[in-house]
C-alpha cells in the first residue's frame, strides 16, 4: 500500500524519511518556553542538576547510585574522563578502530597516544582479544564503543581491565539504553561518556554526560567543568579547567528528550524487528550481530550486504527512492592525523566498511516507512 502512494508521488514517498533526525515536539518547546521564562539561560538553573539526577538514577547500579555530571558534548565528556585519570604524553589508550572520530581525539588532546584495535567481524565491536594483545606497560586506558547502540562484550573487557589493572572508559554516546547481562552499558567503566548531539537517542541540541560511581571523581568533574572556579572565593581559580558546561536551556530540552526516552527505544527496537523479519532469508543481508543476554539501543540499524553493486551505487538508487542512508564510520586510521598505523591489521573493520551500511533509524520514521525501505532495499540489492 504504501509503494502506491510512493508511486504516486513520482517515486519518493510521501512523508519524508529520516536517517537519524531528532525528534523534538511539544514537551521539550513547553520545557524550553517555561526555561526562558525563568530567564536562567545559561550555566545556572535548577534544570541541569535535575537532568543529571534522573540520568543517575535511571543507571543507577546495584553497587551505588551512579553520578552523572552533564557536558556540552559527548567529545567533552571522553577528553574529561581522560583527563581526571591524568592520562597524558608516554601513555597509550586502546580504541577501536571503527569509531566516529570523537572517541579518538581526546586521547590526543591529553598528549597521549591512541593504540588502535580491530573488531569482531560479527558484532563490530572491539574484539577483546585484540585488546589484550595490545596491552603494553604504558596503557593507561581502554575505550570501548558500544557501536550503533549494540553493547560490547563487557566480561571479558571488565576482566581484561581487571587483570591487567586498566581502567576502562565506555563510549557509551549511541547505547543510550542499551543493556549487557541486565545492566545498561555506561556504568561499567570508571568514568563514561553519554552523547546528546542532535542525532543522538535523545538530544539536547548538543550536550554529553560523564557517569560514574565515584563520587570524589564526579565532585572534581564539575569543578572542572565549570573552569575550576572555587566558589566560596568569588572568580578564584584553583586549576586550569573548562567551560564545558551544559547549560539550563539544553538540560530543559533533556527533561523532555528523556521523559520520552521509553518511546524513543521502543520505536528503535521495533524498526530493528522490522528490518531483520523483512530481511529474513535474504542471503546477501546480515545484521550487526548481539553478544549473549544483550539489548541494543538500535541507534542505527545497521546491515552489512554482499551485492555486485557497490555501497555508493546503492546509497544513490536508494536516494532516488527516498531513502537516505549513511556508510559505516571510515577506519580511523584512513585520516591523515592517524596515518602512521598499519592498514593490513584491521581487515574486519575495512570489510564491515566495505560492505556496512546505516538504515533509516530516526524515530520521526513510522513503521510504514520502515517496511518501505526493506522493500525498495530489497529490489536494488
Ligand atoms: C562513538 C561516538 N563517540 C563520541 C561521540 C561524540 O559525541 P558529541 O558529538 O556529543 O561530541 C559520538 C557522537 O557524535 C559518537 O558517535
Known sequence: MYSLMVSTFGGGPTKEI??????????????????IDSTYVSSVGENIGKFENKFASYLGTKRAVSTAVSTQSGTSALHLALYELGIGPGDEVIVPVITFIATVNPIKYVGATPVFVDVDPDTWNVDPNEIEKHITKRTKAIIPVHLYGNPCNM????????????????????????????????????????????????????????????????????????????VSRGYYHTEV????????????????????????????????????????????????????????????????????KSIPQIQEEL?????????????????????????????NAYEIYEKGLNLPSSTLNDEEQIEYVVEVLSSVI
Open 18 to 35: 529520516f536517517l537519524d533526525a531528532a525528534n523534538v515536539g511539544e514537551l521539550e518547546k513547553k520545557y524550553l518556553c517555561e526555561c
Open 155 to 230: 566480561d571479558k573487557i571488565m576482566s581484561i581491565s581487571e587483570k591487567y589493572n586498566i581502567p576502562v572508559i565506555e563510549d557509551a554516546t549511541e547505547s543510550l539504553g542499551a543493556t549487557y547481562k541486565g545492566k545498561f552499558t555506561g556504568t561499567f567503566g570508571i568514568m563514561n561518556a553519554f552523547s546528546f548531539n542532535g542525532n543522538k537517542i535523545i538530544t539536547t541540541g548538543g550536550g554529553g554526560m560523564i557517569v560514574t560511581d565515584d563520587e570524589k571523581k564526579a565532585e572534581h568533574l564539575k569543578f572542572l567543568v565549570s573552569q575550576a572556579r572555587d
Open 241 to 308: 579547567g573548562f567551560n564545558y558546561r551544559m547549560t539550563n536551556l539544553e538540560a530543559s530540552l533533556g527533561l523532555a528528550q528523556f521523559e520520552r526516552l521509553p518511546e524513543f527505544l521502543n520505536k528503535k527496537r521495533t524498526f530493528a524487528k522490522i528490518y531483520k523479519e523483512g530481511f529474513k532469508g535474504n542471503d546477501k543481508i546480515t545484521f550487526q550481530e548481539s553478544y549473549e543476554d544483550t539489548q541494543s539501543s538500535y541507534w542505527l540499524s545497521s546491515i552489512k550486504i554482499e551485492s555486485s
Open 319 to 347: 536516494k532516488e527512492k527516498g531513502i537516505p542512508t549513511r556508510r559505516i564510520f571510515v577506519p580511523i586510521v584512513e585520516f591523515p592525523p592517524y596515518r602512521e598505523y598499519k592498514k593490513e591489521e584491521y581487515t
